[in-house]
């Protein structure tokens, strides 16, 4: 199909709302593993993973099989869970197995947006409170309720309520707002956490949404003490401890399942998305009795949540990652693609800071590593310099200065020395 008409068409009816990452629109057509192909017959090594939510490679063989013999079989498509459905309760068991000791019931829904919405909910009906605590820059959904737990003004649109929702200052360990160092801080950003309870409410909370690492934020990666404190602090004024692992969970950060677990905390409530169905479009919370029985006496279902293919696509990556081992591929690769980022820390000057777990890597560009002023335009030539070469990164963070890294779990050795090397030579490019 003809990328300008295609465009053009677009144009015409899509919503405005509706943004392009490139300077030039990307237009692809056809995916294989770590690879996409654009209308143009060009190769791209897919290094964002769509948009963090490819997990065991576009179009695996084993999910496309399910998936088709499903089709062949005239498996119904849409029972809703108000019926029994063979794949949700697959799915619903398998994250249950999966999950920390304690959280046992499973919500399916479409997205990660909704999934934070019913997580909000739920600790809202446990503890009997309202008001909920955020934290700046955190991102949780592009829903009224979730954007009003955002702590981007980016995201944000004008005559939209803030209301019930508190926002604790951001735990930046490169940026720290109280002038610390990560290896000999005391963690004020955790105990802001409880000023902001004891200043901003009445006293007691509804609980907190915290991401273990802040994805749309720019990938900022707390230590991990930090949210333990947290979770103290919580549980000290009454409310509940949603994780919020859309972008951290299933496995993405390399050491755990879900990246709390390195914490050393069991959270109330964990909710996910994006690498769970592998491009599907399907999210879950997995909670606790307490959480889950809350909601018992209301009426409450989702009309797409749950289906059989979304679920049977997410059940499948789950058995997928067990049989291939992706866990330890996380780990070897993310290690080797981490400490090349920081190689090329020390060739360029444009770079601040390189951080993140597994395969879920960014860095931060600054045009003055003394005043981490936000190299914002340097940033977007990195997307356009990238893409020339074959590859396809994201960014994000708040002035849109940071590269985000989040390839397919399936990634290879050759795969990361191939992102290494694009990245080494987009930046000669920008002088």
């Keep these: 199909m003809n990328t300008e008409e295609l465009l053009a068409r677009r144009k015409k009816h899509a919503a405005h709302s509706n943004l392009h990452y490139y300077e030039k629109p990307f237009h692809p057509v056809k995916a294989q593993g770590t690879r996409i192909w654009d209308a143009d017959g060009k190769e791209y090594l897919d290094a964002i993973g769509g ?19 499903r089709f062949d079989e005239d498996g119904i498509q849409h029972p809703s869970v108000l019926y029994l459905s063979e794949p949700h309760v697959r799915l619903c068991e398998d994250l249950a197995a999966v999950s920390p000791e304690g959280l046992e019931h499973v919500m399916v829904t479409n997205s990660g947006s909704e999934a934070n919405e019913y997580a909000v909910m739920a600790a809202r009906a446990a503890t009997g409170e309202r008001t909920m605590l955020a934290l700046k820059l955190g991102y949780h959904g592009g829903t009224q309720l979730t954007l009003n737990l955002c702590g981007h003004s980016t995201w944000k649109f004008k005559g939209q309520p803030f209301g019930e929702v508190a926002h604790a200052i951001q735990p930046d360990c490169y940026r720290c707002p109280f002038g610390k160092e990560k290896t000999s801080c005391g963690l004020e950003c955790a105990k802001e956490v409880e000023n902001t309870i004891q200043t901003v409410t009445h006293g007691k909370i509804a609980g907190i949404i915290v991401e273990p690492i802040q994805g749309v934020g720019g990938f900022v990666e707390p230590p991990v003490e930090y949210h333990a404190e947290v979770y103290r602090i919580v549980k000290k004024y009454g409310g509940m401890y949603i994780s919020d692992e859309v972008q951290t969970g299933i496995g993405r950060t390399g050491e755990s399942f879900f990246a709390i677990t390195q914490s050393g905390i069991t959270p109330d409530m964990i909710t996910m998305a994006k690498s769970l169905g592998n491009g599907a479009p399907v999210g879950a919370v997995v909670m606790s009795e307490e959480c889950s029985s809350a909601l018992v006496g209301k009426t409450h279902f989702n009309t797409f949540g749950g289906d059989p293919y979304q679920a049977l696509q997410a059940a499948m990556t789950l058995e997928i990652m067990a049989e291939e081992n992706l866990m330890e591929n996380i780990k070897v690769q993310g290690t080797f693609l981490k400490e090349g980022l920081l190689a090329l820390q020390e060739k360029y000057s444009l770079i601040g800071d390189v951080r993140g777990r597994g395969l879920l890597v960014g860095m931060e560009l600054v045009t003055d590593r003394e005043t981490k002023a936000h190299a914002t335009a ?10 020339k070469r074959g590859l396809l990164i994201g960014k994000g963070g708040l002035f849109g200065n940071v590269i985000r890294l989040a390839p397919p779990y399936t990634i290879t050795r050759s795969d990361c020395e191939e992102i290494l090397r694009i990245l080494d030579e987009s930046f000669q ?3």
């Design 429 to 431: 490019a920008l002088g």
């Design 51 to 69: 948009i963090v939510s490819i997990s065991v490679g576009h179009n695996h063989p084993k999910v496309k099989a399910a998936l088709k013999a």
């Design 378 to 387: 340097e940033t977007a030539r990195m997307m356009e310099e990238t893409r």
